[in-house]
């Protein structure tokens, strides 16, 4: 049974990991290098070099900061169940 084509083009957007393990010249040591390799359009990078998107700083008080905290509290515990 093959892969449907959903399955097929969410899996060419993840990253390619590649684990290579060898030991050391000496033989003392074991090493375990793991490369991650993203490919991503050279537009998103552009963008971000040219820092195209605004970010606005605001005040926030304690009242502001407890509720985020609360909200983020009940989100993870909708996620978790």
Sequence with gaps: ??????????L??????ESKITTSKNGRFLIHRTIITHIMPTDYYRA??????????EELTDDD????IKEGREYLKESVA
């Design 1 to 10: 049974m093959g892969l449907s084509n959903k399955r097929e083009k969410h």
């Design 65 to 68: 900061i407890k509720n985020i």
């Design 48 to 57: 971000v070099l040219a820092n195209s998107i605004k970010v606005t700083e």
């Design 12 to 17: 060419k957007k993840m990253p390619i990991i």
